[in-house]
């Protein structure tokens, strides 16, 4: 799932997209796309954090503060009563990569737990899952036929989360961001466009990594 919207093509007789299907397909998606630059334009700057005792990092939708601890060997950032605890790093820089691996981990753990119920609905085998470092982008799908979600996804509720797999599912049903696709998922999730508001509110607030 991009954290922007794409654009539908239905090919004509000669392989090309159909200039009165292009037409159609841009006047659909106009309104959306303008919310989409305009929502852009607004976007705030990336969330940083200070690897401070009591800073908030969300998982699931939950926030747990961080309890900085000593260093020890064999220590790892962990989840304990309520508090995400961090051996102290050596730099902030390896600290965010720590607890962004810990995101990452945990994630996929999660996510292949959720996928099996999600790829039934939409009529597929379940494929592999992974979530990772996607740079600007919130899901895509592997060459190999596998879905892969940014790591910073997982922080969401639980039913933005499903959002973006059922998103990506459905791009093995039909490509691009067309009615086809748009119809897949709505019988998937009745409730996406609500979601999907939602998403669009909370994605800029998520924390990818960045430290001050």
Request: proline share 9%.
């Amino acid at each position: 799932m991009g954290w922007a919207a794409g654009t539908a093509r239905r090919p004509g007789a000669d392989g090309r997209a159909a200039p009165a299907a292009v037409a159609r397909a841009v006047r659909t998606r106009l309104p959306r796309l303008v919310r989409e630059l305009r929502r852009r334009r607004a976007r705030p700057d990336e969330p940083a954090k200070e690897l401070v005792g009591g800073t908030g990092f969300a998982y699931l939708g939950r926030r747990h503060r961080l309890k900085p601890l000593p260093p020890a060997g064999g220590r790892r950032v962990r989840l304990h009563r309520g508090w995400l605890e961090l051996p102290r790093p050596h730099t902030t820089g390896e600290g965010a990569r720590r607890i962004a691996q810990w995101h990452a981990v945990c994630g996929t753990r999660r996510l292949a737990a959720w996928l099996p119920s999600h790829a039934s609905r939409v009529g597929l085998p379940v494929p592999s899952v992974e979530a990772c470092d996607l740079g600007p982008r919130g899901g895509a799908l592997g060459q190999d036929g596998g879905t892969m979600v940014h790591r910073a996804v997982p922080r969401l509720p639980p039913p933005l989360v499903d959002l973006v797999l059922v998103h990506e599912l459905c791009h093995l049903r039909a490509a691009g961001h067309g009615a086809a696709f748009r119809r897949q998922v709505r019988l998937v999730l009745p409730d996406a466009d609500a979601r999907e508001e939602l998403f669009a509110e909370a994605e800029p607030e998520l924390w990818r990594g960045a430290v001050r």
